[in-house]
């Protein structure tokens, strides 16, 4: 499988948009909102959601995928996390741009039946804490970067949410997230001191 550039995402959505008969939402999900955004240039894999765990939009999206030799992971953070109320409505649009070729395929409204999106930016930073690998730090990291997520409302949100949390819904304990989640604290903290030593604002770690 080769590694996924804009111009693939574009062509993917356009494929699954074409596919797809009834209205859906499709989400783009941790490094492919990365992606469309033009933080990054290319992916290893596109993560990408709906709001079913299976069905037409899935099969449309895996065999988009795979006629164009992608990897695509379909897995949605509220399938994994317990998030707190009001997810749904986190979700961002993608930011139109006339430098941003995908935002001519996924614009603010639906590309015909099909709805794309960004999964809410707190909901894909908890999956990826839960998930605790130092790439998921560094993906949780860009959305710092880029105000889409303050770290002072993400702690309010787990606080709403470890109390949710069980070995029934992401296989540990709220123990277990609560030391993932000092992992990215620290993460923050020495990207903070690294920014103000460069003379820059620092607010989003906070």
């Not at 209205?23 to 993560?47: G, I």
């Not at 908890?126 to 998921?136: F, N, Q, S, W």
């Not at 992401?170 to 993932?180: C, S, T």
């Amino acid at each position: 499988m080769k590694e996924a550039t804009l111009a693939d995402l574009s062509a993917l959505v356009a494929g699954v948009a074409r596919g797809v008969a009834a209205p859906a939402r499709l989400y783009l999900v941790n490094r492919t909102s990365h992606l469309a955004e033009r933080w990054t240039d290319r992916v290893s894999a596109l993560e990408l959601a709906g709001d079913e765990s299976d069905g037409p939009l899935a099969d449309a999206v895996r065999r988009e995928a795979a006629e164009r030799e992608l990897e695509v992971t379909w897995e949605s953070p509220a399938d994994i996390v317990p998030l707190p109320t009001g997810w749904q409505s986190r979700n961002r649009a993608v930011s139109v741009s006339p430098v941003n070729r995908f935002s001519a395929v996924a614009d603010l409204g639906p590309v015909g039946a099909l709805d794309v999106r960004h999964f809410d930016p707190y909901g894909a930073v908890l999956r990826l804490v839960a998930r605790g690998d130092e790439p998921d730090y560094v993906a949780a990291l860009v959305y710092l970067r880029h105000g889409w997520v303050e770290l002072a409302r993400l702690e309010g949100l787990i606080a709403e949410m470890l109390p949710d949390m069980n070995l029934r819904t992401i296989a540990q304990d709220a123990a277990e997230f609560r030391r993932k989640f000092k992992g990215l604290r620290q993460l923050c903290a020495s990207e903070a001191a690294r920014a103000e030593a460069l003379g820059f604002t620092a607010a989003a770690w906070a």
